[in-house]
């Protein structure tokens, strides 16, 4: 075969696109392929840009709204903290009454047992009394009809 027909073959296979044709669309369809692939490596990390902001701002509400919440339970554990220490004191003030009472309460209980051995003292005495009283008149009325205790002569 002579060169000019090696030329013919040539140029027809690249002029009439069969090889040549494919070699062409490979070389396109790879710039495109690799083009593709840069957008979509773009637009993935666009995506995950744009996810990674929402759930930060997300984070970021939610951390906001704990330490409001945290700051909320701060308050009331200190007023609960307030509210325990009065009520240690009124407890330690009732616990001091107490004690005064039941010492005064012994006291009047020690007053109670002297009044009663002293009006029991009294009771005796008067029942002495009163059988003395008795006797005494028994003996001036069995002394009227005595003669020796007559004082008119």
């Given amino acids: 075969m002579t060169p000019d027909i090696w ?4 140029a027809a296979a690249f002029g009439a696109g069969g090889l040549g044709a494919v070699i062409v669309g490979a ?7 690799a083009a593709e692939a840069k957008k979509t490596q773009v637009d993935a990390a666009k995506i995950a840009a744009d ?3 929402m759930l930060s701002e997300a984070y970021e509400r939610r951390l906001t709204a704990l330490g409001l919440r945290a700051d909320g339970l701060e308050g009331k554990v200190d ?4 509210k325990i220490s009065d009520m240690r004191e009124l407890l330690s003030d009732r616990e001091a009454l107490i004690l005064g009472l ?3 309460n012994e006291d009047l209980q020690q007053q109670v047992d002297r009044l009663s051995t002293a009006v029991k003292a009294r009771d005796k005495r008067i029942r002495e009394l009163e059988k003395q009283v008795k006797e005494l008149i028994a003996r001036m009325n069995d002394g009227q009809d005595d003669p020796c205790l007559d004082t008119d002569d």
Avoid: C
Avoid at 27 to 33: E, L, Q, S, W
């Fill in 51 to 53: 996810s990674v902001h």
């Fill in 7 to 10: 030329a013919a073959i040539i």
């Fill in 102 to 104: 039941q010492k005064e």
């Fill in 27 to 33: 070389i396109a369809r790879k710039g495109v392929t």
């Fill in 79 to 82: 007023k609960l903290e307030t």
